[in-house]
């Protein structure tokens, strides 16, 4: 069964996709599991929290990349794997190419090492599509103050970076699709829900995966 990460900047409309595609795809009597990272386990969203407070401690970048890495090497344990042995989909809000994007172009770390790493933890599992929704930095960022003021919620320690590190993230998102063209689609955050879901529809149609129009 797919295993299908979402990618892209805070504010680019992934949980909105997601779950437009679990609706779908749940009427059309299809088993799928919905997960995200960092988290996805209880561990791991322990972890979590560490990672993206924004009072105590903060992580050094080496750190940060490791406690994400320990995240996901529970997360493909304990939960991916089992779904995709038991044929179910899998949706996964971010997996390894996040850790390339925020850790190797955002901080910085030898891309190679985060490369390493990633296999590491994940045993060699990866998404067999990952879909990037692409947004301006300008546009995350506004986004983001958006739902702050809607929501009362507070951006995290990583929303919080400044505008240059989201640049290297959406970046390196975009040199991993262009290097990947054949496992990853490209979708500009800019336009409607609507037109992303029939478009990402279209490509999952295109791929065999599902064979109902919607």
Same mark, same amino acid.
């Given at each position: 069964?797919?295993?299908?990460?979402?990618?892209?900047?805070?504010?680019?409309?992934?949980?909105?996709?997601?779950?437009?595609?679990?609706?779908?795809?749940?009427?059309?009597?299809?088993?799928?599991?919905?997960?995200?990272?960092?988290?996805?386990?209880?561990?791991?969203?322990?972890?979590?929290?560490?990672?993206?407070?924004?009072?105590?401690?903060?992580?050094?970048?080496?750190?940060?990349?490791?406690?994400?890495?320990?995240?996901?090497?529970?997360?493909?344990?304990?939960?991916?794997?089992?779904?995709?042995?038991?044929?179910?989909?899998?949706?996964?809000?971010?997996?390894?190419?996040?850790?390339?994007?925020?850790?190797?172009?955002?901080?910085?770390?030898?891309?190679?090492?985060?490369?390493?790493?990633?296999?590491? @933890? #994940?045993?060699? +599992? =990866?998404?067999? &599509?990952?879909?990037? *929704?692409?947004?301006?930095?300008?546009? !995350?960022?506004?986004?983001?103050?958006?739902?702050?003021?809607?929501?009362?919620?507070?951006?995290?320690?990583?929303?919080?970076?400044?505008?240059?590190?989201?640049?290297?993230?959406?970046?390196?998102?975009?040199?991993?699709?262009?290097?990947?063209?054949?496992?990853?689609?490209?979708?500009?955050?800019?336009? @409607? #829900?609507?037109? +992303? =879901?029939?478009? &990402?529809?279209?490509? *999952?149609?295109?791929?065999?995966?599902? !064979?109902?129009?919607?």
């Amino acid at each position: 069964m797919p295993f299908i990460a979402f990618e892209g900047l805070d504010g680019s409309g992934k949980s909105t996709l997601m779950n437009q595609l679990e609706t779908q795809l749940k009427k059309n009597q299809i088993s799928v599991v919905r997960t995200r990272e960092p988290g996805g386990t209880q561990l791991g969203e322990e972890i979590r929290e560490i990672i993206l407070r924004i009072s105590g401690e903060a992580p050094t970048p080496r750190t940060e990349l490791l406690l994400y890495q320990a995240i996901r090497a529970q997360h493909v344990d304990q939960k991916i794997r089992p779904a995709l042995v038991q044929k179910q989909w899998v949706l996964s809000d971010r997996f390894a190419a996040s850790s390339l994007a925020f850790q190797a172009g955002g901080r910085s770390i030898a891309e190679s090492d985060v490369l390493w790493l990633n296999s590491f @933890s #994940t045993q060699n +599992l =990866f998404p067999d &599509l990952t879909v990037l *929704l692409d947004l301006p930095v300008e546009k !995350s960022e506004i986004r983001r103050q958006q739902r702050e003021q809607n929501t009362g919620i507070q951006s995290d320690r990583i929303e919080k970076e400044k505008q240059d590190f989201h640049q290297r993230v959406r970046d390196s998102f975009l040199s991993q699709a262009k290097q990947n063209s054949q496992t990853w689609l490209v979708l500009d955050a800019e336009k @409607s #829900t609507e037109q +992303l =879901f029939e478009n &990402l529809w279209t490509d *999952l149609r295109r791929r065999g995966w599902v !064979s109902s129009p919607l």
